[in-house]
């Protein structure tokens, strides 16, 4: 299955060099990538700590381009309005760790900000059922969240193709983001399942040229 609107990309910037986020910030400016992706870890919700409001903040004044932002952290509602300060465009929230899903979206709503909802690689995505038609985004990850590097799973693909037919069957509006693993090797077959938005880390930053990379991940090469 194929969608109309290109697909698009968004590095995450958890395998970049930090102690050059101004360069970072500048190649992804020029590059064809469609925004920013920045994995917010807390060590509770995921075993590893990444970065916080002040890293976003230096990235939010050095670009234009979308910052989406993926909090995988426990107690997001007690930060949304710090993170929409810094300059957060997109929210990305984990259904796992909201006690009341609805209530984080509304608020994030409130604050002007896009909602995406995540998924870990273990939860069904009939959770979603409710929200669907309430969210800009779903953040299907591939990868157990924590850690750039992962391996792809594979079964992540039927997931997409499910989630596409619910969302088409049901006149929603929602995107399909997928998160974790992809490369040149697997973009296409993810991007046929039917996602629109490909989160890439490893493939940019590991790439000896990452403006080269993320035109190579934006090429549609069809089926
Ligand atoms: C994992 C993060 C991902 C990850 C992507 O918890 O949410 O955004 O950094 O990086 P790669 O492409 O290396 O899997
Ligand atoms: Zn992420």
């Not at 609107?5 to 400016?29: K, R, W, Y």
């Not at 993810?190 to 990452?210: C, E, H, Q, R, S």
Request: glycine share 6%; proline share 4%.
């Amino acid at each position: 299955m194929q969608t109309d609107m290109p697909h698009l990309i968004t590095p995450s910037i958890l395998s970049a060099d930090f102690g050059h986020l101004q360069e970072v910030c500048e190649m992804i400016n020029k590059s064809e990538a469609d925004g920013f992706h920045l994995d917010v870890m807390d060590g509770i919700f995921v075993p590893n700590i990444s970065f916080g409001f002040p890293v976003i903040k230096a990235i939010q004044q050095h670009t234009k381009k979308p910052l989406d932002v993926h909090l995988m952290i426990v107690d997001a509602n007690k930060y949304l309005e710090r993170f929409k300060d810094v300059g957060a465009d997109i929210l990305t929230v984990h259904i796992e760790a909201c006690a009341n899903m609805q209530r984080t979206i509304d608020a994030i709503r409130k604050l002007n900000m896009q909602v995406c909802v995540a998924i870990k690689p273990q939860t069904h995505i009939s959770i979603l059922a409710e929200i669907i038609s309430d969210v800009d985004a779903v953040c299907i990850m591939s990868v157990n969240p924590g850690f750039g590097g992962q391996t792809f799973i594979e079964g992540t693909l039927k997931k997409v193709q499910d989630l596409k037919a619910i969302i088409l069957s049901r006149k929603a509006n929602a995107l399909i983001k997928v998160d974790g693993g992809i490369d040149l090797s697997n973009y296409m077959s993810v991007v046929n399942a039917g996602a629109d938005i490909l989160v890439t880390g490893t493939a940019v930053f590991g790439a000896k040229d990452p403006v080269k990379a993320i035109e190579a991940l934006k090429i549609n090469v069809g089926l």
